[in-house]
């Protein structure tokens, strides 16, 4: 009897073992998926952008509807490292907006329901203004044919 009750609880812990390492994957191909997404998000583009994300959740086995899906769009004061480095020459500011995808979804292991998340994050650059030239120069610029 022992033996028997010993048995089962392996292969219960193997199958749950098992579907761990199936979740694990499949979240770490959503987050990639996601991360992806991001570069498409704009102000037009938030409910395209969604429908992408469910489409790629469903082909991964992961139900999720619209309201799981929270995009966010903000100023913010962070830049890239390029853009520091940049900006410092030639002495423009960049403005940017971080862009957040947030997805809340339930996976199931040995039926017991999993709350998870995916959040991926980037700094999307929105406009890189000019340097103005200096009078002599656009006196230059205008002063060539061209």
């Known amino acids: 009897m022992k033996g028997l009750i ?3 609880l392996v292969v219960v812990i193997g199958y749950g ?3 761990w390492m199936e979740i694990f994957k499949t979240n770490t191909d959503f987050a ?3 991360d992806r997404q991001i570069n498409f998000v704009a102000e037009n583009s938030m409910d395209t952008v969604k429908q992408s994300v469910i489409a790629d959740a469903k082909s991964l086995g992961i139900d999720i509807t619209a309201n799981d899906v929270h995009i966010a769009s903000e100023d913010t004061e962070q830049h890239t490292v390029a853009e520091n480095l940049v900006s410092k020459k030639i002495g423009v ?3 940017n907006k ?3 995808i ?3 979804y339930v996976q199931h292991i040995l039926g017991i329901p999993c709350h998870e998340n995916v959040t991926q ?3 999307r650059s929105v406009q890189a203004p000019r340097k103005q030239s200096s009078p002599e120069m656009q006196q230059l ?3 060539t044919p061209q």
């Open 32 to 34: 990639e998926r996601v």
């Open 141 to 143: 610029l205008d002063a």
């Open 93 to 95: 500011d960049f403005i």
């Open 6 to 8: 010993i048995a089962v």
């Open 102 to 104: 947030k997805v809340d």
């Open 98 to 100: 971080l862009v957040t």
């Open 121 to 123: 994050a980037r700094i």
């Open 17 to 19: 073992f098992v579907q």
